[in-house]
C-alpha cells in the first residue's frame, strides 16, 4: 500500500491512467512507470490541460508545460521576478495559479502559458479550487479564503474575503457547498457559497490538509497517518476514517490526494512516501 520515493513527494495529478507525483526535493516528477523528468527546481502541484500537465515550479517562480505524449517540457510560463507559485486549477481555456509571495491569483492561457490578468487575495495564499463561476483560494496565513467570481470569458471578476479557520490549506467544491481542511484546528470548515459564510465545522480532523471529491463523497488526508477521513458533505459529518500508516505530521512540505481509477493516491512529504489503496476500502471504512 506504501512505497517510499526519493525526495519528498507533494503535488498528485491523474494523467491518463496515471499518478503523476511531482516531487520537490529530488527534484523531478515522476511520470508512468516510474519514469522521471526534470521540470526545474521544487515543482510542487500540477493541473491538466486540453495541451498537456502544468506543474507550478516553485523555486524557479514559473510553470512548465508537459507533453504527455513526449514526457517533455515543451513550454515555460514565467511569472515575474520573485514569483512563488504553488496551487493551480485548469477551468476553460485558462490556467490560474496561485503566487505566494505575491499574495495573487494569475490568469495564464490554458495552452500558451501567455498571463491574461492577475487578482489579490490574501495573505499566504496556498491551493486553489474552481467552481462553476468562481475560483476558490485559501490564504494559509490569515486565516482566509478568497472567492473570485469569474466573468463571462474567464476573467478575474469581483472578490470576496470569507474568514474560515486556522491554517487553511486545501480546498474542494462540491454541488452545494466548499470544503476547506483547516490545519491548525484539525478540522474542515464548510462554506456555504450562497451567503459566503462558514455555516459548518467538522472537528476531529488532525492535522487537516488535502481535501478531494470521491463519487458523492469529500475525502480529506489528515498529515498524521497520513490518515483519510470520509465526509458526508450533505450532514457535514465524518463517516469513517482510515489511517494508511503512522507518520507524524509532515514536517517538510504537504500532502496530497488524487483518485486514478479504483485507487486513492496519496503523499506524505516526511519521510517520502507514496500511498494507494482502492476506493472500495475507504467508502468501506466510511460504511
Known amino acids: ?15 491518463e491512467g496515471h499518478a503523476w507525483v511531482a516531487v520537490a526535493q529530488g527534484p523531478y516528477v515522476r511520470l508512468a512507470g516510474g519514469r522521471r523528468l526534470d521540470v526545474g527546481a521544487v515543482p510542487l502541484r500540477m493541473a491538466v490541460a486540453p495541451a498537456g500537465v502544468w506543474v507550478s515550479v516553485f523555486g524557479d517562480g514559473d510553470l512548465a508545460l508537459v507533453d504527455t505524449a513526449g514526457n517533455r517540457v515543451i513550454r515555460r510560463a514565467h511569472l515575474g521576478q520573485g514569483a512563488q507559485p504553488e496551487g493551480l486549477v485548469v477551468a476553460g481555456e485558462s490556467v490560474y495559479v496561485v503566487d505566494q509571495m505575491g499574495a495573487r491569483v494569475v490568469r ?3 495552452r500558451s502559458g501567455r498571463v491574461r490578468g492577475q487578482a489579490a487575495v490574501g495573505s499566504g495564499p496556498r491551493l486553489i479550487a474552481a467552481g ?5 483560494v485559501t490564504n494559509f496565513v490569515d486565516d482566509t479564503v478568497t472567492r473570485i467570481q469569474l466573468t463571462a470569458d474567464g476573467g478575474l471578476g ?18 452545494a457547498r466548499v470544503l476547506v481542511a483547516c490545519t491548525h484546528d484539525d478540522a474542515v470548515a464548510v462554506i456555504d457559497p450562497r451567503t459566503d459564510r462558514v455555516n459548518d ?35 457535514a459529518k465524518v463517516t ?11 514536517a517538510d512540505g504537504n500532502v496530497d490526494a488524487v483518485v486514478v481509477g479504483d485507487q486513492l493516491w496519496v503523499t506524505h512529504p516526511t519521510p517520502g512516501w507514496l500511498y494507494h489503496l482502492p476506493v472500495s476500502a475507504l467508502l468501506e471504512a466510511g460504511s
Open 1 to 15: 500500500m506504501g512505497e517510499p520515493l526519493p525526495g519528498v513527494p507533494v503535488g498528485l495529478v491523474a494523467v
Open 108 to 110: 495564464l492561457d490554458a
Open 158 to 175: 469581483r472578490r470576496v474575503t470569507i474568514p474560515v479557520c486556522r491554517g487553511p490549506q486545501g480546498v474542494v467544491v462540491t454541488a
Open 201 to 235: 465545522t467538522i472537528s476531529g480532523i488532525d492535522s487537516a490538509d488535502a481535501v478531494i471529491a470521491v463519487g458523492q463523497r469529500v475525502v480529506a488526508i489528515g498529515e498524521r497517518g497520513p490518515t483519510a477521513y470520509v465526509i458526508d458533505p450533505a450532514s
Open 240 to 250: 469513517g476514517r482510515l489511517a494508511l500508516d503512522a507518520q507524524g505530521r509532515a
Open 132 to 136: 462553476d463561476s468562481a475560483l476558490w
